[in-house]
């Protein structure tokens, strides 16, 4: 399989204006999320997504690839679709651009899951370790069926637990969605023809799409839990663990 693999970036951030472009420990983090993607080695191919001549020459300025997409994209997965559009390749995945400690052994066990031809998009999650991110909204909770397709993302507690019991006899457990995403060509394609349902527009997840369209997710649990920046304290945070790594 000829897998690329597309990192979303976008200039304009709310919270942390230039988030692609932001330093860290001697880097701009898209170079970061860059040089983690190529050690993935399943990977064949990495392009930085952007609509910012700016970030495609901090890309080009360390050996990287890049290409200019449009400015009128309401998500990084429609982005990654233009790629697809202009870049031919069996898989592509979808890396996020700020999450500069993606571990290459978590793309590569979302890459997997394609090993079987009935999967058409999968992504990962993690065990949540700290009870305190099950209430917290910023952190994206999965639930999924016997065969490990998504039955529902949240930012909600789910499952909740009804009974403290089961809590306290340690038979619950709660995992957290990465939002890393891998699609064969024709679903991610397709994704953009997609019409948005209210359970997206109430969540504000982009994943939802899909399983209010029908397209099942396949979810790959992994070990490798990752970090993502959106504010200036995460930059901080980020920094220290890059400093003492």
Known sequence: MTVVAVIPSRYASTRLPA?????LAGKPMVQHVY???RGAKLVTRVVVATDDERIVAAVQAFGGEALITRADHRSGTERMAEVASHIAADIYVNVQGDEPLIEPAAIDA?????????VRVATLCVPIAH??????PNVVKV??????????????????VRDPGD???GSVRHFKHLGIYVFRRDALLEFPTLPPGELEHIEKLEQLRLLENGIPIRVVETEHDS???DTPEDLARVEKLLRSS
């Not at 988030?19 to 330093?23: D, Q």
């Not at 979302?110 to 009935?118: H, I, R, S």
């Not at 009870?131 to 917290?136: L, P, R």
């Open 131 to 136: 009870a305190q991110d099950i209430g917290n």
């Open 167 to 169: 809590a306290e006899a």
């Open 110 to 118: 979302a890459v997997k899951a394609m090993n079987d031809d009935a």
């Open 143 to 160: 639930v999924t069926d016997f065969e490990g397709n998504a039955l529902y993302f949240s930012r909600a507690p789910i499952p909740w």
């Open 19 to 23: 988030k692609p472009l932001a330093e």
């Open 227 to 229: 970090v993502s920046v």
């Open 35 to 37: 040089e983690r993607a």
